[in-house]
């Protein structure tokens, strides 16, 4: 979908891209293509597919057309009203209108189709992104495939390396079910409005042994922010384990390791 024609679709309907809701729209054709070829591709099956933030659906339409099942999540009448409109009698197509973490952790949609999905897809807003990739993560069956354009921020944070600044509770809960890839930066220059900041696509692929049992996720990862909760103290003084290093200097299999040795010297951690 080209600048062009996103002018048109809003200036047509009266609408404008909502800040509140954090609507930068991506109209650089070629990069829309090439997310959704990274979110597809290899991945057999792709669908079912759950979007969050469709927009104008640039990437709701390139995913429909491969063949593939869609729920998309939109919180904004506006858009929800063109997305039928454009896109409501293509098969396959489900569109959900409401707040995205509301509709994630209700348990009817938890149960349907569009709460299980192989593949999400998501141009998140980057005020909630990280509650919302949260809320994906705690489906009662974590996607296989993840691709979002997140804050570039936020992105490197999710594929950090353990010693470095951006290492930290969020990238322990993801590394350890997932192996993350930064595929690319995107500039401000291909979205509409512009925004303020650099993004990034990043690439989540399901572990075929995750570190943790799905039972003890929530767990682990209270576990872990707790350990980063006073960044410079030794995890010995935080945590009452034996482990005189900081939260940052542990590699992703470290915590783990101290993980199973506190549960072991604490009665339902």
């Known amino acids: 979908m080209t600048l062009t024609e996103i002018r048109r679709l809003l200036d047509e309907r009266g609408m404008r891209p909502l800040a509140r809701f ?17 979110a597809i591709g290899e991945l057999y099956p792709a669908g079912p597919v759950l979007e969050v933030g469709p927009g104008l659906g640039a990437l709701t339409e390139l995913i429909l057309d491969a063949g593939l099942e869609l729920t998309a999540l939109e919180i904004d009448r506006g858009l929800a009203a063109l997305l039928r409109e454009r896109l409501g009698a293509k ?4 569109l959900v209108e ?13 149960e349907s189709a569009g709460g299980r999905p192989r593949l999400f897809l998501g141009n998140l807003p980057y005020n909630i992104s990280t509650p919302l990739l949260a809320a994906v993560l705690a489906l009662p069956r974590p996607p296989q495939r993840i691709v979002m354009t997140l804050q570039k921020e936020v992105a490197q944070r999710l594929a950090a390396k353990h010693g470095t600044s951006d290492y930290g509770a ?4 993801i590394q350890s079910g ?15 409005p512009v925004p303020e900041v650099d993004s990034a696509v990043v690439r989540l692929d399901r572990l075929a042994a995750p570190l943790v049992p799905e039972e003890e996720s ?18 010995s003084n935080t ?3 034996a482990d005189s290093r900081r939260p ?7 915590w783990v390791a101290a993980w199973n040795q506190y549960k072991e010297i604490t009665p339902n951690p």
């Open 248 to 254: 940052e200097e542990l590699s992703v299999p470290e």
């Open 178 to 192: 997932y192996a993350v890839r930064l595929v690319r930066v995107l500039p401000p220059s291909v979205f509409y």
């Open 239 to 241: 945590l009452g384990i």
């Open 218 to 235: 929530a767990a682990f990862h209270a576990f872990v922010r707790k350990g980063f909760s006073q960044r410079r103290k030794k995890l």
């Open 22 to 38: 954090g609507q930068n729209f991506l109209h650089d054709q070629n990069l829309a293509k090439a997310i959704v070829l990274e």
């Open 91 to 94: 098969p396959g197509f489900t």
């Open 170 to 173: 969020i990238t322990i809960h």
């Open 98 to 110: 409401g707040d995205a973490l509301e509709t994630l952790a209700d348990p009817a949609f938890r």
